[in-house]
């Protein structure tokens, strides 16, 4: 098993910043591939970025390249996203997952999900 547990959401302005974080306890948190997720009121979980075991190669989706990154330290058993020039259409609920399949866009592809961060975005 592994727990997952996010925080760092919140609310900000048009194009500011926020960083989450995805703490990680239970089984090797190494061993997974590991994948954030977003949802918004009245629209399903849609796939942001995922990063793979040791972190050497990384995946977003187009609408968060350049403005999001994926990062993970396996020392501390987290992994990261950091969000920048946010826009009011990334506000919705943020999730982390754990799985074993690579880039994993879909959430049923993951076995472990935390309980999100409210991420809100105003203009």
């Known amino acids: 098993q592994v727990q997952l547990v996010e925080s760092g959401g919140g609310l900000v302005l048009a194009g500011g910043s926020l960083r989450l974080s995805c703490a990680a306890s239970?089984?090797?948190?190494?061993?997974?591939?590991t994948g954030w997720f977003r949802q918004a009121p009245g629209n399903e979980r849609e796939f942001v970025a995922a990063?793979?075991?040791?972190?050497?190669?990384?995946y977003s989706v187009d609408s968060v390249k350049g403005r999001f990154t994926i990062s993970r330290d396996n020392a501390k058993n987290v992994v990261y996203l950091q969000m920048s020039r946010l826009e009011p259409e990334d506000t919705a609920v943020y999730y982390c997952a754990s799985g074993v399949r690579w880039p994993g866009r879909r959430p049923e592809e993951y076995d472990y999900w935390g309980q999100g961060t409210q991420v809100t975005v105003s203009s």
């Open positions: 239970g089984r090797t948190f190494s061993a997974y591939v």
């Open positions: 990063i793979t075991r040791v972190g050497a190669t990384a």
